[in-house]
């Protein structure tokens, strides 16, 4: 069998076989790049964070410290727009009030979804709080335990926050799973969705080259033989 027909046969298949990872790749490519990456984080329905008065701190770090011996300070925060400080005591991180000693922590549902409105600009229905211990796709590789806030708007916006301090750790929208739908075709990575160094899609790539190299060469062909057809007899 001659070269050429080798070459044409094994790119037929090797077209069947990668096709439709090609057009995932190309197409994931084309909407992922499309989406502007602050619509996916949904930075568009995050409200300002409030200006925080530290004058209003009657409570200095050290004096809360001594409150709670063997803890430390991790960083200075705020409820609200009310100084506060975030301390790791104990294994348990806290969030205490600058202002009245208070803890805030851990976080009720009722806080949660007051929060979630602060921080959110969009127009909202009847938020819905549920307390999450083991994280869904959307909220991979974050922590835990959390609530999630269900904001009931056009966009199914999720807002997430840690359960202990308050802190919104994620904004999750229907564009944000758009575009990690189409990121989990393009990385082949089905369940995590965060490895791109496995040996499915190391496999695909190189399916993928050898069609397009196959496809060079089959072009090679078809030019050396138009070029010699057209050339004149002497």
Do not use: C
Request: aromatic share 10%.
């Amino acid at each position: 069998m001659k070269w050429p027909a080798v070459i044409r046969k094994l790119h037929k298949w090797i077209g069947l076989i990668i096709g439709l990872q090609l057009l995932a790749w190309v197409l994931g490519g084309l909407v992922m790049t499309s989406l502007p990456i602050e619509r996916v984080r949904g930075e568009h329905l995050r409200a300002a964070a409030p200006d925080v008065d530290w004058r209003q701190a009657s409570y200095s770090p050290q004096q809360i410290l001594q409150q709670y011996p063997g803890a430390r300070l991790i960083k200075l925060s705020h409820r609200l727009g009310e100084p506060a400080y975030v301390l790791q005591h104990n294994q348990t991180v806290l969030l205490v009030s600058a202002s009245s000693g208070q803890v805030y922590s851990p976080l009720t549902s009722t806080q949660a979804i007051t929060l979630a409105r602060a921080a959110f600009v969009g127009i909202t229905a009847q938020p819905e709080a549920n307390y999450v211990t083991e994280a869904p796709t959307e909220y991979r590789n974050k922590a835990l335990p959390a609530w999630q806030v269900r904001m009931q708007d056009e966009e199914n916006t999720h807002v997430y926050l840690d359960a202990q301090t308050g802190e919104i750790t994620a904004m999750r929208t229907g564009t944000w799973r758009v575009f990690d739908f189409f990121w989990m075709l393009h990385v082949m990575d089905y369940s995590t969705r965060d490895d791109f160094n496995h040996p499915l899609v190391i496999s695909a790539a190189a399916i993928a080259l050898t069609a397009i190299l196959s496809g060079f060469f089959m072009l090679y062909f078809v030019m050396r033989r138009r070029r010699h057809a057209s050339t004149p007899i002497s």
